[in-house]
Nanobody, 119 residues
Framework: QVQLVESGGGLVQAGGSLRLSCAAS????????MDWYRQTPGNQRELVARITSGGSTRYAESVKGRFTISRDNAKNTVYLQMNSLKPEDTCVYYCRMVVLIRTNEYTYWGQGTQVTVSS
């Protein structure tokens, strides 16, 4: 069983910064994909940023140039550095990981962390 634990959310003023972390624990051979999603009430979860095992990254247009995703493979942890935050970034942020266990891939989600940006 794999568990993801998120941390780093909170309240920040517009223009400020936050850093989210998501650490995985359990019987992990390799984490192939690490994502950050976000969701507001009544809306679908949207992909904010992705980083692959090879280090390739991908961002939603709305966060390009402001957010940076990174990973520490030794710690099985993914980070999201969020700068120049805007009120419209207010959401619950979820990490998602695609984990290779033996020869199969499994998808796991974190519990979510609230980010609130005040104007």
């Amino acid at each position: 069983q794999v568990q993801l634990v998120e941390s780093g959310g909170g309240l920040v003023q517009a223009g400020g910064s936050l850093r989210l972390s998501c650490a995985a624990s359990g019987s992990i051979f390799r984490i192939n994909v690490m994502d950050w999603y976000r969701q507001t009430p009544g809306n679908q979860r949207e992909l904010v940023a992705r980083i692959t095992s090879g280090g390739s990254t991908r961002y939603a247009e709305s966060v390009k140039g402001r957010f940076t995703i990174s990973r520490d493979n030794a710690k099985n942890t993914v980070y999201l550095q969020m700068n120049s935050l805007k009120p419209e970034d207010t959401c619950v942020y979820y990490c998602r990981m695609v984990v290779l266990i033996r020869t199969n891939e499994y998808t796991y989600w974190g519990q979510g962390t609230q980010v609130t940006v005040s104007s």
